[in-house]
């Protein structure tokens, strides 16, 4: 098991940026991930980052607008969200697992073992 730990959330204008970032990833994780979670809604996934992939992917709804960055040295991973819209206000959380081989278990909470506190993110 790791210990994430999220930073960067904050509160933004519609079409404004933020940055968030998640440390405590280990070199054995194989998948990382963002996801978040609005007042009485059911937590989603932003998007993932599987070591063994070619690069991130992206729930549809942040596609085009919110990029994941992996930086390896640091076992850190970032979500830099621009052009931030009202219905992206959530609080915010990083995950590591290693989830089962199936269609879309990327997007899962369940798949995933490790959760950071989460941050906030209000547009």
């Known amino acids: 098991h790791v210990q994430l730990v999220e930073s960067g959330g904050g509160s933004v204008q519609a079409g404004g940026s933020l940055s968030l970032v998640c440390t405590g990833f280990s070199d054995r994780t194989h998948t990382m991930a963002w996801f978040r979670q609005a007042p009485g809604k059911e937590r989603e996934s932003v998007g993932s980052f599987w070591k063994y992939g070619r690069g991130p992917t992206y729930a549809d709804s942040v596609k085009g607008r919110f990029t994941i960055l992996r930086d390896k040295p640091k076992n850190a991973l970032y979500l830099q969200m621009n052009s931030l819209k009202p219905e992206d206000t959530a609080m915010y959380y990083c995950?590591?697992?290693?989830?089962?081989?199936?269609?879309?278990?990327?997007?899962?909470?369940?798949?995933?073992?490790?959760w950071g506190q989460g941050t906030q993110v209000t547009v």
């Open positions: 995950a590591a697992g290693n989830p089962s081989l199936y269609e879309g278990s990327w997007k899962v909470p369940a798949e995933y073992d490790d």
